[in-house]
Nanobody
Framework: QARFVESGGGLVQPGGSLRLSCTPSGFTLDYYAMAWFRQVPGKEREGISCISSTGGNALYADSVKGRFSISRDSAKNTVFLEMNSLKPDDTGVYYC?????????????????WGQGTQVTVSS
Protein backbone atom coordinates (compact mmCIF):
# COMPACT_ATOMS: atom_id res chain seq x y z
CA GLN A 1 0.00 0.00 0.00
CA ALA A 2 1.43 3.34 -1.08
CA ARG A 3 2.28 5.65 1.78
CA PHE A 4 2.66 8.74 -0.39
CA VAL A 5 0.79 10.34 -3.27
CA GLU A 6 2.70 12.13 -6.00
CA SER A 7 1.23 14.71 -8.36
CA GLY A 8 2.36 17.30 -10.87
CA GLY A 9 3.80 15.12 -13.60
CA GLY A 10 2.98 15.59 -17.25
CA LEU A 11 4.29 16.42 -20.69
CA VAL A 12 6.63 19.38 -21.03
CA GLN A 13 8.88 20.69 -23.77
CA PRO A 14 12.67 20.69 -23.38
CA GLY A 15 13.74 23.71 -21.36
CA GLY A 16 10.43 23.81 -19.53
CA SER A 17 9.58 23.40 -15.85
CA LEU A 18 7.40 21.25 -13.65
CA ARG A 19 6.76 21.08 -9.93
CA LEU A 20 6.06 17.72 -8.37
CA SER A 21 4.28 17.36 -5.04
CA CYS A 22 4.29 14.51 -2.56
CA THR A 23 1.81 14.17 0.28
CA PRO A 24 1.48 11.37 2.83
CA SER A 25 -1.60 9.21 3.13
CA GLY A 26 -3.06 9.99 6.50
CA PHE A 27 -0.01 10.84 8.59
CA THR A 28 2.39 13.69 9.18
CA LEU A 29 5.78 14.02 7.51
CA ASP A 30 7.40 15.02 10.78
CA TYR A 31 10.58 12.98 11.39
CA TYR A 32 10.58 11.63 7.83
CA ALA A 33 13.55 12.26 5.60
CA MET A 34 12.19 12.39 2.06
CA ALA A 35 13.61 11.65 -1.35
CA TRP A 36 12.67 11.69 -5.01
CA PHE A 37 13.64 8.80 -7.25
CA ARG A 38 13.44 8.47 -11.01
CA GLN A 39 12.80 5.27 -12.97
CA VAL A 40 13.65 5.08 -16.65
CA PRO A 41 12.75 1.90 -18.60
CA GLY A 42 15.75 -0.40 -18.81
CA LYS A 43 17.65 1.41 -16.07
CA GLU A 44 17.87 1.13 -12.31
CA ARG A 45 15.79 3.47 -10.21
CA GLU A 46 17.93 6.49 -9.37
CA GLY A 47 17.77 8.69 -6.31
CA ILE A 48 17.90 12.26 -7.57
CA SER A 49 17.25 14.39 -4.52
CA CYS A 50 16.59 14.08 -0.80
CA ILE A 51 15.82 16.42 2.08
CA SER A 52 16.30 15.92 5.79
CA SER A 53 13.37 15.71 8.19
CA THR A 54 13.90 19.31 9.28
CA GLY A 55 14.54 20.61 5.79
CA GLY A 56 17.96 21.84 6.78
CA ASN A 57 19.93 19.57 4.49
CA ALA A 58 19.40 18.48 0.90
CA LEU A 59 21.33 16.39 -1.59
CA TYR A 60 21.17 16.15 -5.37
CA ALA A 61 22.40 13.70 -7.96
CA ASP A 62 24.91 15.19 -10.38
CA SER A 63 22.43 14.71 -13.21
CA VAL A 64 20.00 17.24 -11.72
CA LYS A 65 22.23 19.51 -9.64
CA GLY A 66 21.63 23.17 -10.43
CA ARG A 67 18.33 22.45 -12.21
CA PHE A 68 16.16 20.75 -9.59
CA SER A 69 15.27 21.99 -6.12
CA ILE A 70 13.68 20.00 -3.30
CA SER A 71 11.74 21.60 -0.48
CA ARG A 72 9.20 20.76 2.17
CA ASP A 73 6.35 22.70 3.72
CA SER A 74 5.35 21.46 7.14
CA ALA A 75 2.15 23.52 7.18
CA LYS A 76 1.04 21.84 3.95
CA ASN A 77 2.54 18.50 4.98
CA THR A 78 4.02 18.28 1.49
CA VAL A 79 7.37 17.79 -0.20
CA PHE A 80 8.06 19.47 -3.53
CA LEU A 81 10.48 18.94 -6.38
CA GLU A 82 10.91 21.99 -8.57
CA MET A 83 12.34 20.91 -11.94
CA ASN A 84 13.74 23.52 -14.32
CA SER A 85 15.61 23.39 -17.63
CA LEU A 86 14.15 19.98 -18.28
CA LYS A 87 15.81 17.70 -20.79
CA PRO A 88 14.53 14.64 -22.67
CA ASP A 89 16.82 12.54 -20.42
CA ASP A 90 14.70 13.62 -17.45
CA THR A 91 11.81 11.58 -18.82
CA GLY A 92 10.69 8.84 -16.46
CA VAL A 93 8.44 7.90 -13.59
CA TYR A 94 9.16 9.95 -10.50
CA TYR A 95 8.58 8.46 -7.07
CA CYS A 96 8.72 10.05 -3.69
CA UNK A 97 9.89 7.96 -0.77
CA UNK A 98 10.57 8.48 2.89
CA UNK A 99 11.93 6.97 6.05
CA UNK A 100 11.73 7.77 9.72
CA UNK A 101 14.92 9.18 11.18
CA UNK A 102 16.37 11.34 13.92
CA UNK A 103 19.42 12.16 11.79
CA UNK A 104 19.89 15.69 10.49
CA UNK A 105 20.90 14.38 7.07
CA UNK A 106 19.26 12.40 4.28
CA UNK A 107 20.21 9.43 2.13
CA UNK A 108 19.78 9.56 -1.67
CA UNK A 109 19.55 5.78 -1.81
CA UNK A 110 17.04 5.13 0.94
CA UNK A 111 13.29 4.89 0.78
CA UNK A 112 11.40 2.69 3.24
CA UNK A 113 7.95 3.85 2.17
CA TRP A 114 6.95 4.77 -1.37
CA GLY A 115 4.39 6.41 -3.55
CA GLN A 116 3.02 4.99 -6.78
CA GLY A 117 4.83 7.47 -9.01
CA THR A 118 3.99 10.16 -11.51
CA GLN A 119 5.05 10.21 -15.16
CA VAL A 120 7.21 13.05 -16.46
CA THR A 121 7.76 13.25 -20.20
CA VAL A 122 10.08 15.84 -21.72
CA SER A 123 9.57 16.02 -25.45
CA SER A 124 8.98 18.48 -28.22
Amino acid sequence: QARFVESGGGLVQPGGSLRLSCTPSGFTLDYYAMAWFRQVPGKEREGISCISSTGGNALYADSVKGRFSISRDSAKNTVFLEMNSLKPDDTGVYYCAGYLTVQATCDLKRGDYWGQGTQVTVSS
